[in-house]
């Protein structure tokens, strides 16, 4: 980085070539692969250890709210330090949590080990993005982005079905084996990306907090934030439920070719979404993308109908997610300033798991009383109702911002 006119800036002489970015790929599907697959196979290990149901809740729930408050103080350290030197200690954490597991089979070690684990979530998707945008060209961010996020989504699908066949067929202990040797990799991936140099000068705002209220001057990214916010409850509601709502409504069906689906569509969604948004704009492609994520769950109320609506379906959730996703964290790095990137990229990531957790429960609860149908139909609705609002609000602030 270089001090310009009292900013930071990326240095003009930093050239992330080809085997740069496959290093820092392969750092992130590996990365990706047991993140995903220690939030899915944890609940079921919780039981076999003799847990109840509720304590085998209870630690992924304490795994994404520990995540949450450690970014509040991460989040400044990064933009102060550069992201990669925490990143490394949070894939660290996980490739010695499972170490901890095998040497003691308890769930009071379980816990204790996700509490560690969530130093890794903490620091490791935010980081994502802001390394990202760091090393790739101005006009370009929202390419490389995208590129990211395929590597992601590939990491989604990979992570809890190869941790389940090897549970399957071996036992927990090969999987947390396998977990601790593919974190390994991905710590020793990361640790050979080449970085820019960040430089920092002195009379800088004053801790973490300053930090935080410091990027929350930029108006701006409320209405990104809230975006955020929509299309991550959505998502909440489509990773919990989508399968038991496809199951009650058609249960010929096969659920897993859903997921298989939106994940294939997500990956184009990504890709194209980014690749758009250099060319044209954030603002012209996030706000209709969230508008297809509401139209997507609208008609996945529908499903009961026909089953080739669970395709169609997949289809437009996935694209809606992920190019949403991907459209409104390259605002935010664009609007945010570089000394604060990471702070910016942290708020958006805890605005993520707030929603998560707050559209499981309210999904939950509708599964017993409405039903998932009208959930998923009101959800839409409500998606595409305050898409709008947020988009005029964000145009507003943009024109007032360059007069």
């Not at 996980?94 to 903490?122: E, K, N, V, W």
Request: aromatic share 12%; proline share 5%.
């Amino acid at each position: 980085m270089q001090i310009q006119n009292g900013e930071y800036r990326q240095s003009e002489h930093f050239n992330s070539g080809p085997v740069n970015w496959v290093l820092f790929f392969g750092s992130v599907f590996f990365f990706v692969i047991n993140l995903f697959a220690s939030v899915s196979i944890f609940p079921s290990y919780s039981l076999a250890i003799g847990s109840s149901p509720f304590l085998a809740g209870l630690q992924n729930t304490l795994f994404s709210l520990m995540a949450v408050v450690l970014r509040f103080f991460f989040g400044p350290f990064m933009d102060r330090k550069g992201p990669k030197p925490l990143m490394l200690i949070g894939v660290f954490a996980f490739a010695t949590t499972p170490l901890l597991l095998m040497l003691s089979p308890t769930y009071p070690m379980l816990l204790a080990a996700r509490i560690y684990q969530s130093i890794g979530l903490s620091v490791y998707l935010p980081g994502i993005s802001t390394l990202a945008a760091d090393m790739a060209p101005t006009d370009k961010i929202g390419t490389y982005l995208g590129a990211s996020r395929i590597f992601i989504n590939l990491g989604l699908l990979a992570g809890p079905s190869a941790a389940l066949f090897v549970i399957g067929e071996f036992n927990y202990e090969s999987w947390f084996a396998i977990s601790a040797l593919t974190s390994a990799a991905s710590f020793i991936l990361l640790y050979a990306v080449k970085t820019p140099d960040v430089s920092y000068r002195v009379g800088r705002v004053a801790g973490s907090m300053g930090q935080i209220l410091k990027a929350l001057t930029e108006k701006q990214i409320y209405p990104i934030i809230g975006g955020i916010a929509l299309y991550s409850f959505t998502y909440s509601a489509v990773v919990s439920f989508a399968a038991v709502h496809i199951e009650a409504t058609s249960p010929d069906s096969q659920a897993p070719y859903f997921f298989v689906v939106m994940g294939i569509a997500g990956v184009a969604g990504c890709l194209g979404a980014g690749a758009l948004s250099d060319i044209f704009s954030r603002q012209k492609l996030a706000w209709p993308l969230l508008v297809t994520l509401g139209i997507g769950a609208m008609v996945f109320s529908m499903i009961h109908l026909s089953p080739i609506l669970i395709i169609v379906c997949a289809i437009i959730l996935g694209m809606g997610i992920q190019g949403s996703s991907l459209v409104f964290a390259a605002w935010l790095i664009d609007l945010s300033k570089p000394e604060l990137r990471a702070t910016t990229m942290s708020l958006q990531e805890n605005s993520i798991d707030i929603m998560f957790a707050l559209g499981a429960l309210v999904f939950g609860l509708a599964a017993q009383g409405p039903g998932l149908g009208s959930a998923f139909l009101t959800a839409g609705v409500l998606t595409i109702i305050a898409a709008l609002p947020l988009a005029r609000i964000s145009k507003i602030i943009i024109t007032r911002s360059n007069q």
